[in-house]
T-cell receptor
Framework: AQTVTQSQPEMSVQEAETVTLSCTYD???????LFWYKQPPSRQMILVIR??????QNATENRFSVNFQKAAKSFSLKISDSQLGDTAMYFC?????????????FGKGTKLSVKP | DGGITQSPKYLFRKEGQNVTLSCEQN?????MYWYRQDPGQGLRLIYY???????QKGDIAEGYSVSREKKESFPLTVTSAQKNPTAFYLC????????????FGSGTRLTVV
């Protein structure tokens, strides 16, 4: 079974600084995707960034980027120039590529607070 | 705009009652999911459906039931057998193939009174 570990239950960062959230996972899949979701106080889950495991290049979306280390099964999220609106729970989730089986498995989350 | 609609936003249940949470999507997604969220627990999968008229139990299906009679709809019933139903419930959908990122609804907060 897949497992996902987010080892930092809570983190804080000053506005405009950079923060990295860690995630490690275990999977037997040979091809898969990895996702980071954000859940602000409104509790709406929002997709932040997606990484395809077969791609060596790390994904980037504006201020958000990942450091994907496939051999180590590590998938960390870096937030640059942190903004107050980044305050949220962040969930890491690996999932299978295509097919009709399997689902996203979510970590327990990291609560990020951005301080003014 | 396409999306997922969950209703109601807040729901109160008396002891011994069954309640049904609604989830409707107009994204033409084949797969739909129900997750439960408790503080410190992350998201736990209750049921999922990959296709109409078929669904599978997730990790915590006991005390819950679902149906998938239409592609657009995946209602969740919390039965009286669920001993601790107070939680936040999230519905999601995804395409059946390709990158399986989810689109989420805005959630339903269920409280037992």
């Amino acid at each position: 079974a897949q497992t996902v570990t987010q080892s930092q239950p809570e983190m804080s960062v000053q506005e405009a600084e950079t923060v990295t959230l860690s995630c490690t996972y275990d999977t037997s899949e040979s091809n898969y995707y990895l996702f980071w979701y954000k859940q602000p106080p409104s509790r709406q889950m929002i997709l932040v960034i997606r990484q395809e495991a077969y791609k060596q290049q790390n994904a980037t979306e504006n201020r958000f980027s990942v450091n994907f280390q496939k051999a180590a099964k590590s998938f960390s999220l870096k937030i640059s120039d942190s903004q107050l609106g980044d305050t949220a729970m962040y969930f890491c989730a690996p999932g299978p590529y295509g097919g009709s089986q399997g689902n996203l498995i979510f970590g327990k989350g990291t609560k990020l607070s951005v301080k003014p | 705009d396409g999306g997922i609609t969950q209703s109601p936003k807040y729901l109160f249940r008396k002891e011994g009652q069954n309640v049904t949470l609604s989830c409707e999507q107009n994204l033409n997604h084949d797969a739909m999911y129900w997750y439960r969220q408790d503080p410190g627990q992350g998201l736990r999968l209750i049921y999922y459906s990959q296709i109409v008229n078929d669904f599978q139990k997730g990790d915590i299906a006991e005390g819950y039931s679902v149906s998938r009679e239409k592609k657009e709809s995946f209602p969740l019933t919390v039965t009286s057998a669920q001993k601790n139903p107070t939680a936040f419930y999230l519905c999601a959908s995804s395409p059946r193939d390709g990158p399986r990122g989810y689109t989420f609804g805005s959630g339903t907060r269920l409280t037992v009174v």
